[in-house]
């Protein structure tokens, strides 16, 4: 009894000082960060001595009073449900599709996958090529199909920078629905189907009361987590289109890069990432929950 | 009648579903053939599906007369560096939450699952302000430990489902023939986690590969720029874009993150659930 216990405090020992480095580094580069984001966004920090002088909550006040804060959250929630109705849609769709026995599905699979390997700054180059006004390919089919009678400005002017972004993040981010929701349906009971084809179910019927509801539960964390991701992307918005026109794609994220970087202004930069991060958080408790919930389940 | 029927509408979706794929693959396709036509051809209307004439002058004209090969380096140094440092700390942390389940441990967890939602935004100033401040900023080093904010919690949360996935009745087996807990770590376990690591080493270092934000605030001179913020200097820094060169550009750097995935097929679920590519 003695002995054992012994080996049990010894292991309990070894499992802290193996994970001891790690969690020093989580301590130093997420915590302490974190920690002094929250301490730079009740400050003034002067720009050339990095100085800094305490003034309470007047960032977020200053912050919480501006129309640009605002707007900018209007546009990262229109952002955030364009593309992610786009990412589930055509996600399910394809993962449907390849689902069937189609000819040589494995090449479909792999060239369905090749958006969301593609690092983004090759996605990015090679959309505002596609997007180009005077050559390129959209416009020209858009032209050649009778849809538009001149060549369209995408990046340049509203609502088309939004479609044009809200389109990328569609194409760039489904296949990560794709593959979540592959996954679930090869785990769906074939003799449910057949079942229900005796009993005369149609194909519609055999989708609605078969595949949806066992894909609920694997929808509902895609769409949470995606959302989470979707909220604060930077890369794809910044790249396609620096926020531009004006500042009608500025989503949040791009805001807090904006007032951190070219302006300086620190405080007010770190004032809005903490109210970024609590809209955030919302999204994560129920991500926490669900994820709880379906683990359990 | 009927088998014809079920035949024919099987023939359509075959042809849909496949009209879909190809729409979907036609910006990869676009790329391709852009890189590979003469910039005379770029500006034909109606555009070429592909190129009338084959030429590598804009690979060329890329590997020669721009600093793409100095970007190419530095994103590999930093994609190697990072891995490396990251494993190490990861296997013994990913290992220590598998098998060792505590209090301590439920916490640690807690934190990485939320880390690995966290936006970069929210910590990338004092990040610059601390690397300034110790002489890291515009470095390689830098950048390291920048990416080490990502990839430690990846690597662990990626590397503990293959540690679960190691039955532990082997390693009970060891210490019952008077193994340490260490010994049976190093000689049963590792072995058999290999797959795991490597896999989980080519994830984390295609995280570090396409990362952009802070490669975009931590460098701001050709020596020491990566692949993604270096490319995009090129799209930005010339009067006219060189579309046929940017598309060669992208085509290189995408080659050797296409080839780990090729290598990582089995384990693209895996991986992608825990967050490998960054979204």
């Known amino acids: 009894m003695k002995v054992a216990t012994d080996l049990e405090s010894r292991d309990r020992r070894l499992g802290i000082l193996l994970l001891l480095p790690a969690v020093v580094l989580f301590a130093l580069l997420i915590l302490y960060p ?3 984001s929250l301490w ?18 007047s960032n977020y006040r200053e912050v919480l009073s501006s129309p640009e804060f605002w707007q900018s959250l209007v546009t990262t929630m229109v952002w955030t449900v364009g593309s992610l ?52 390919v959209i416009n020209h089919l858009l032209m050649s199909a009778g849809i538009i009678a001149m060549p369209v400005d995408w990046l340049g002017s509203m609502p088309n920078a939004m479609i044009a972004i809200i389109l990328i993040g569609g194409w760039k981010y489904f296949p990560f629905v794709v593959l979540a929701v592959l996954a679930r349906l090869q785990t769906i009971p074939e003799q449910l189907y057949e079942a229900a084809r005796v009993d005369g179910a149609s194909a519609f019927a055999r989708f609605f009361d078969i595949t949806l509801p066992q894909l609920r539960n694997v929808l509902a964390i895609i769409v949470l987590l995606r959302a989470i991701w979707d909220f604060k992307e930077f890369d794809l918005i910044y790249m396609m289109t620096g926020g531009g026109p004006v500042s009608s794609t500025e989503t949040l994220p791009l805001l807090v890069y904006k007032q951190a970087f070219p302006l300086m202004q620190m405080g007010k930069a770190a004032a809005t990432a903490m109210l970024m991060m609590a809209v955030m958080s919302l999204f994560m408790v129920v991500y926490f929950r669900a994820r709880r919930r379906f683990e359990d389940a | 009648m009927r088998a014809v029927v079920r035949h024919g509408g099987d023939l359509v979706r075959q042809v849909l579903t496949w009209a879909l794929v190809l729409a979907l693959s036609f910006p990869l396709f676009w790329l391709i053939s852009t890189a590979l036509r003469p910039d005379t051809e770029l500006f034909v209307r109606p555009p070429h ?10 690979f060329s004209k890329l590997l020669f007369e721009t600093p793409f090969l100095t970007y ?8 190697i560096s990072t891995t490396a440092f990251v494993i190490v700390i990861a296997v013994f942390a990913a290992y220590s939450l598998s098998r060792f389940r505590g209090r301590f441990s439920a916490v640690v967890e807690r934190m990485i699952l939320i880390t690995y939602l966290l936006p970069s935004v929210v910590i990338f100033l004092p990040i610059y302000l601390m690397l300034s401040r110790m002489g890291l900023a515009n470095s390689l080093p830098g950048l390291v430990v920048a990416y080490t904010t990502f990839a430690l919690p990846f690597a662990i949360w990626l590397l503990r489902s293959f540690v679960d996935s190691v039955p532990v009745e082997i390693e009970l087996a060891a210490m019952v023939d008077g193994a340490s807990r260490l010994g049976a770590f190093v000689d049963v376990v590792l072995p058999q986690l290999l797959p795991g690591i490597i896999s989980t080493a080519l994830f984390t270092a295609i995280l570090s590969w396409n990362e952009y ?21 090129l799209l930005t820094s010339s009067y006219h874009i060189e579309w046929g060169l940017l598309m060669a550009a992208s085509v290189m750097m995408s080659a050797p993150v296409i080839l780990a995935f090729a290598f990582l097929q089995k384990h693209l679920t895996r991986g992608f659930g825990a967050g490998a590519v960054k979204g």
């Open chain 1, 34 to 36: 974190f920690g002094n």
């Open chain 1, 40 to 57: 730079l966004s009740f400050n003034r920090i002067n720009t050339m001595t990095l100085a800094s002088s305490f003034t309470g909550l």
């Open chain 1, 85 to 136: 109705v786009l990412q589930v849609g055509l996600g399910v769709a394809v993962a449907l599709m390849l689902h069937q026995n189609l000819w040589f599905r494995s090449l479909a699979r792999g060239l369905i996958l090749f958006p969301y390997l593609l690092p983004m700054v090759v996605a990015v180059l090679v959309w505002k090529w596609l997007f180009n006004d005077l050559y390129g």
């Open chain 2, 49 to 58: 599906l592909l190129p009338r004439t084959y030429t590598v002058d804009n």
């Open chain 2, 72 to 79: 190419f380096r530095n994103s590999a140094i930093v994609a």
């Open chain 2, 213 to 233: 934000l802070y490669a975009l605030i931590l460098t701001n001179s050709d020596a020491v720029k990566t692949l993604p913020p270096g490319v995009m200097t």
